[in-house]
């Protein structure tokens, strides 16, 4: 089974940076593309940027210019660098991967998702 894991979340103040890491761990699979979403408390869960395997990005109005996503294939790894933070940035960062399992018990696309890590943005 594959799984995901975020790290980086924290506390900062309005106008700081916090770098966020998702790293997939298991056997037997690959990653095809790579998101990061975020939900807020009584909010929906909005995709904040993609990347695909091949380095294509794309981001949310709301980030672009602030946020950058990207990718350690050989560590399959994906990270999501954040500058610039404002309170309505404050979520639950979650990442999403699209897997090509190889296991002796299944083989076909996934989608996996993280846990989640909290990035609280306040004075």
């Known amino acids: 089974q594959v799984q995901l894991m975020e790290s980086g979340g924290g506390l900062v103040q309005p106008g700081g940076s916090l770098r966020l890491s998702c790293a997939a761990s298991?056997?037997?699979?690959?990653?095809?593309?790579m998101a990061w979403y975020r939900q807020a408390p009584g909010k929906q869960r909005d995709l904040v940027a993609t990347?695909?395997?091949?380095?294509?990005?794309n981001y949310a109005d709301s980030v672009k210019g602030r946020f950058t996503i990207s990718r350690n294939n050989a560590e399959n790894t994906v990270f999501l660098q954040m500058n610039s933070l404002k309170p309505e940035d404050t979520a639950v960062y979650l990442c999403?991967?699209?897997?090509?399992?190889?296991?002796?018990?299944?083989?076909?696309?996934?989608?996996?998702w993280g846990q989640g890590t909290l990035v609280t943005v306040s004075s």
């Open positions: 999403n991967a699209d897997i090509q399992s190889r296991s002796r018990r299944v083989v076909g696309l996934l989608e996996v």
């Open positions: 298991g056997s037997d699979f690959s990653i095809n593309a």
């Open positions: 990347i695909t395997s091949g380095g294509t990005t």
